[in-house]
């Protein structure tokens, strides 16, 4: 048997744009043989008019419409580069604005700082940034950038918005560690700016946490003159923190259970949940 030769058979394809052209020239070719020849007046004239004529129209009204999609296209792309000029626009806007927010943010910390300084003029101070904290919204314990070569020692005063912060607990050589107030089992000798009663603050963080405040004990108070809003200071028989640093205010009052002495509770004057920068004391109370 002699072996079958089987070919492949080439397929044609035609584009759609092609086939469009050449029905086009194929309709106009028609239409031009039918009105310039009288030999076919009117049979290829009616032919004409049923066949061609129609299709002429569909191609026209084709045409039309690709026309429109390809100005809407146009537009379109206008409007997308139009958008994303826009947007560069606007993302430098925000960037600009949140740029300025923060400026001002820095500045009315360092008003502030400005105006504690001058508060406490009698003593020296450097100011410092916090570059690292205990994890948690509270900075009950953090680091600045300042140490022992900028004369920061173990126990130096450090404050804040409009008073104490906390301490000094350990220094390196640019670098110190420092614990707040609000920290628990802190306890700082205060007193009661109106009335000179003494008290102990006591640090406590859930206290903090929960409410904003901080706790305070042993309060000899057998008048009742202490009340809500009173100034609370740092006071001179702490063995840690400088006389007449302000602390907070006085937010309640409530008799201790042993029915002598006063408790409750103070508003702090530092914001310890947003802190920055401070104030460091570089005198010690051992000096005083």
């Given at each position: 048997?002699?072996?079958?030769?089987?070919?492949?058979?080439?397929?044609?394809?035609?584009?759609?744009?092609?086939?469009?052209?050449?029905?086009?020239?194929?309709?106009?070719?028609?239409?031009?043989?039918?009105?310039?020849?009288?030999?076919?007046?009117?049979?290829l004239r009616a032919v004409v008019s049923k066949t061609v004529i129609p299709f002429q129209k569909g191609i026209a009204e084709?045409?039309?419409?690709?026309?429109?999609?390809?100005?809407?296209?146009?537009?379109?792309?206008?409007?997308?580069?139009?958008?994303?000029?826009?947007?560069?626009?606007?993302?430098?806007?925000?960037?600009?604005?949140?740029?300025?927010?923060?400026?001002?943010?820095?500045?009315?910390?360092?008003?502030?700082?400005?105006?504690?300084?001058?508060?406490?003029?009698?003593?020296?101070?450097?100011g410092a940034r916090i570059i690292a904290s205990e994890s948690g919204s509270w900075f009950y314990s953090f680091t600045i950038?300042?140490?022992?070569?900028?004369?920061?020692?173990?126990?130096?005063?450090?404050?804040?918005?409009?008073?104490?912060?906390?301490?000094?607990?350990?220094?390196?050589?640019?670098?110190?560690?420092?614990?707040?107030?609000?920290?628990?089992?802190?306890?700082?000798?205060?007193?009661?700016?109106?009335?000179?009663?003494?008290?102990?603050?006591?640090?406590?963080?859930?206290?903090?946490?929960?409410?904003?405040?901080?706790?305070?004990?042993?309060?000899?108070?057998?008048?009742?003159?202490?009340?809500?809003?009173?100034?609370?200071?740092?006071?001179?028989?702490?063995?840690?923190?400088?006389?007449?640093?302000?602390?907070?205010?006085?937010?309640?009052?409530?008799?201790?259970?042993?029915?002598?002495?006063?408790?409750?509770?103070?508003?702090?004057?530092?914001?310890?949940?947003?802190?920055?920068?401070?104030?460091?004391?570089?005198?010690?109370?051992?000096?005083?």
């Amino acid at each position: 048997m002699s072996p079958v030769i089987r070919r492949k058979r080439k397929k044609i394809q035609i584009s759609g744009r092609t086939l469009l052209i050449a029905l086009s020239v194929l309709c106009v070719a028609l239409m031009a043989f039918s009105f310039r020849t009288d030999v076919f007046e009117g049979p290829l004239r009616a032919v004409v008019s049923k066949t061609v004529i129609p299709f002429q129209k569909g191609i026209a009204e084709v045409g039309g419409y690709l026309s429109e999609r390809s100005r809407e296209l146009t537009r379109l792309r206008d409007v997308l580069a139009e958008n994303q000029e826009l947007q560069e626009q606007i993302d430098a806007l925000t960037l600009e604005n949140s740029q300025l927010l923060q400026d001002r943010y820095e500045l009315d910390n360092l008003r502030t700082l400005f105006s504690l300084d001058r508060t406490y003029s009698d003593y020296d101070k450097i100011g410092a940034r916090i570059i690292a904290s205990e994890s948690g919204s509270w900075f009950y314990s953090f680091t600045i950038d300042k140490g022992e070569k900028d004369g920061v020692r173990v126990d130096c005063n450090v404050m804040a918005g409009s008073g104490l912060v906390g301490r000094v607990i350990s220094v390196g050589p640019n670098y110190a560690k420092v614990q707040a107030i609000i920290s628990d089992n802190h306890n700082v000798s205060a007193t009661v700016l109106a009335t000179s009663e003494n008290m102990i603050v006591s640090g406590d963080l859930q206290s903090v946490q929960t409410d904003g405040l901080i706790r305070f004990g042993q309060l000899s108070d057998p008048d009742g003159k202490v009340a809500p809003g009173d100034k609370v200071v740092t006071s001179d028989i702490s063995d840690k923190y400088l006389p007449g640093i302000l602390i907070g205010y006085i937010s309640s009052v409530s008799t201790a259970a042993d029915n002598l002495t006063r408790s409750g509770f103070i508003t702090p004057a530092a914001d310890f949940s947003h802190l920055e920068e401070v104030l460091v004391i570089t005198e010690l109370k051992q000096q005083g």
